[in-house]
C-alpha cells in the first residue's frame, strides 16, 4: 500500500479516488510548516503540493518519497535540483486549469475596459449618471491583443479574444509559427515592437532571469495611453512600483494582477490604493469546477504515477 500526504486541503473530490482505493492510504497534512513537514513527511511514498514549500532542507528528509504532484501548474516552490538528483518527479495538472486562467483574464480586460469598478462605486454613492459620461471606457472589438507566452492558457486565451473579434499577436520565442497561425494568431519576434502597438498585454509565461522585471517603467512606456496590461501568470514579472507609478502618469488605461511578488501582497504595496489597477488575490482557478477539476488530476497524477500510466504532459521534465 502507497502512503500519500495530502499537503493542505484539497476538493473533496480527488479525495474521494484515494478514499475508495485499497492500494493507497492517505493524510492531510494541514500544517506545511517546515518544521512539520520534517516531522511528517518522511513516511510518504507521495505527496500532494499546493502552495507550501518544499526545499530540500525538508526533502533531505523523506527518503521513501518518489513523486510531488502539485496542485496546479506553477513550481517555483520545489526545489527542482533536489528532486533531480535525488530521482524524485514532480507531477503537474496540465489540463485542470487553463479554462479558468483565460476567463479571468478576460474578466480583468472587461472589468478594466468598462470601468465596472468605478461604475458600481458611483451608483453607490448616489451619483446614478452625475459622473457617467466623464468616465472613460473601452470597446474589446478590432482591438489588437498581444498574448506573451503561448502554451496551455495562451492558447485558451485566444479563442476567446478571437470570438470578441479581436485582432490577436503573440510573442513566444518557443512557439513556432505555424502552431500559432494554426490558432488564429500572428507570431511577432520583437517583444518591444509588440509593445508599441496592442491595446492589452496578456502575460502567460514562466517567472524566470529572462522574464523578471520584464514589464518595467521602461518597457509599460513603450505601450499606448489607453492600453491594458494584465498579468496572471507571476508575480515579479511585472515590477509593481513602476506600473503604479505609470499607471499615476497616465501611461497606460489600466491593469489586471492576479499575482503579486510577494503573496499575500504587502500592506504598504502602492498599488492598493491605485484605482486604475484591478486586483485579485491569485485566484484565476479558484471557480467551483476548477477547484474539483484540480483537486482529481493531483489525485489521479499520483495513482497514475505509481501504475505506471502516467500521461507525459503531467511529468515536469528536469
Ligand atoms: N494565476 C493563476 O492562478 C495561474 C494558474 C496557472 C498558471 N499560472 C501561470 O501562468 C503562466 C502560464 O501557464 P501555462 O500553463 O500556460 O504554461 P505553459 O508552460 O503551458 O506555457 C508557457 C509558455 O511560455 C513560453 N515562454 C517561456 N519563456 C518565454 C519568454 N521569455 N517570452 C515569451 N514566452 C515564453 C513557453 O514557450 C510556453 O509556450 C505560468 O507562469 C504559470 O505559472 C497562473
Do not use: W
Request: charged share 25%; with cysteine; net charge positive.
Amino acid at each position: 500500500m502507497y502512503k500519500i500526504a495530502i499537503i493542505e486541503e484539497i476538493h473533496k473530490d480527488g479525495l474521494r479516488l484515494l478514499k475508495d482505493n485499497p492500494d493507497y492510504s492517505y493524510e492531510l497534512i494541514n500544517d506545511a510548516s517546515p518544521e512539520n513537514l520534517i516531522k511528517k513527511l518522511p513516511t510518504f511514498d507521495g505527496c500532494t503540493l499546493r502552495v507550501s514549500k518544499l526545499n530540500s532542507n525538508i526533502l533531505k528528509h523523506c527518503k521513501k518519497l518518489k513523486v510531488i504532484s502539485r496542485h496546479g501548474v506553477g513550481y517555483d516552490n520545489v526545489d527542482l535540483d533536489y528532486i533531480k538528483q535525488n530521482n524524485i518527479n514532480l507531477l503537474i495538472t496540465a489540463k485542470a486549469n487553463a479554462v479558468a486562467v483565460a476567463e479571468h483574464v478576460m474578466a480583468l480586460v472587461l472589468s478594466i475596459s468598462k470601468a465596472i469598478k468605478i461604475y458600481d462605486k458611483e451608483v453607490r454613492v448616489g451619483n446614478f449618471k452625475k459622473n457617467a459620461k466623464s468616465i472613460s471606457t473601452l470597446e474589446l472589438f478590432n482591438k489588437e491583443i498581444l498574448i506573451a507566452g503561448f502554451g496551455r492558457i495562451g492558447k485558451s486565451l485566444i479563442k476567446r479574444c478571437l470570438n470578441f473579434d479581436m485582432k490577436v499577436k503573440v510573442f513566444d520565442p518557443y512557439q513556432n509559427k505555424e502552431i500559432i497561425e494554426q490558432h488564429g494568431g500572428v507570431k511577432i519576434n520583437n517583444f518591444n515592437e509588440g509593445l508599441k502597438s496592442c491595446d492589452i498585454l496578456s502575460l502567460h509565461m514562466p517567472l524566470n532571469e529572462k522574464t523578471k522585471d520584464l514589464m518595467n517603467y521602461k518597457t509599460i512606456s513603450l505601450m499606448k495611453k489607453n492600453s491594458i496590461l494584465i498579468n496572471t501568470a507571476r508575480g515579479g514579472i511585472v515590477n509593481e512600483f513602476d506600473l503604479d507609478k505609470a499607471l499615476k502618469e497616465n501611461i497606460i488605461f489600466g491593469a489586471g494582477l492576479d499575482v503579486f511578488q510577494n503573496e499575500p501582497i504587502l500592506n504598504d504595496s502602492p498599488l492598493l490604493k491605485n484605482d486604475k489597477v484591478v486586483l485579485s488575490p491569485h485566484s484565476a482557478t479558484f471557480t467551483n469546477e476548477c477547484t474539483s477539476r484540480m483537486s482529481v488530476e493531483t489525485v489521479k497524477n499520483v495513482i497514475d504515477f505509481f501504475e505506471k500510466k502516467i500521461d507525459r504532459e503531467m511529468i515536469v521534465k528536469l
